[in-house]
């Protein structure tokens, strides 16, 4: 037995750490899930798929021209991925994204499924959410990704703000449904005749994303996704 396993012994007696699907304590060696758990989550392996049989791209159909587009796990409420999710971005666990990461990012690679992609940006947070959070759960997600296809990451180009129309003097009820967010692009130029790949955390409905993509074609962009997961709710 090494110095270091004993070390992360007695660490992990005084500081366990609990499984974020059940919440059993862990083995050092584990860092979120147990191994039952783990076996719970469910790949989606869109990346082997055709376009026209991948269901990520077809939610797009109708809206906007996505080129490719991936998610690792398959999100079903009440199961082991939400809650894994759900710790990412409410209960503080911001290394839960790389880790996620690490386990898609070099199957992504090694297929070649984004080849051609060359920026990365991730969705952006509202600048409240993101001071309320402490960070945008996209980021060590994204950049390990853009990392890993080695391909520039930046999260200045798409921002998002809230969208006042100056009108103090109305009743507060109007002055709300007066204030929408709104994205930004702050350079059209660095994103134009680029292929861009858009990352988030969970695609639902896929309206954001559509938002986001609309904005980047329209400034001359072609637009991939990449999702940690994706759910089948419309
Ligand atoms: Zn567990």
Request: net charge positive; glycine share 4%.
């Amino acid at each position: 037995m090494s110095f270091l396993s004993i070390f992360k012994d007695i660490f992990s007696v005084l500081y366990p750490h609990y499984c974020l699907g059940c919440g059993q304590i862990l083995s050092p060696q584990l860092p979120f899930l147990c191994t039952s758990c783990l076996h719970e989550l469910r790949e989606t392996n869109f990346h082997l798929l055709s376009d026209e049989q991948n269901p990520m791209i077809r939610k797009f159909w109708g809206r906007v021209m996505i080129q490719k587009a991936a998610a690792l796990l398959y999100y079903d409420k009440g199961t082991v991925s939400q809650r894994l999710i759900h710790a990412l971005k409410y209960h503080d666990r911001e290394e839960v994204g790389r880790w996620i990461a690490q386990w898609y990012a070099p199957k992504l690679k090694e297929t070649d499924y984004f080849k051609g992609v060359d920026l990365v940006l991730p969705v952006p947070l509202h600048p409240k959410k993101k001071k309320k959070r402490g960070y945008n759960q996209v980021t060590l997600f994204a950049s390990y990704i853009a990392q890993t296809l080695q391909v520039p990451y930046r999260e200045d180009l798409l921002l998002k703000h809230t969208y006042n129309t100056a009108q103090a003097k109305k009743h507060w009820l109007e002055r709300q449904r007066s204030s929408a967010e709104q994205l930004i692009l702050t350079d059209p130029e660095a994103i134009s005749a680029r292929h861009v790949l858009i990352v988030d955390d969970i695609v639902t409905t896929g309206a954001t994303l559509a938002q986001c993509a609309t904005l980047l074609i329209g400034a001359g962009a072609q637009v991939s996704l990449v999702c940690m997961a994706y759910s089948n709710d419309e």
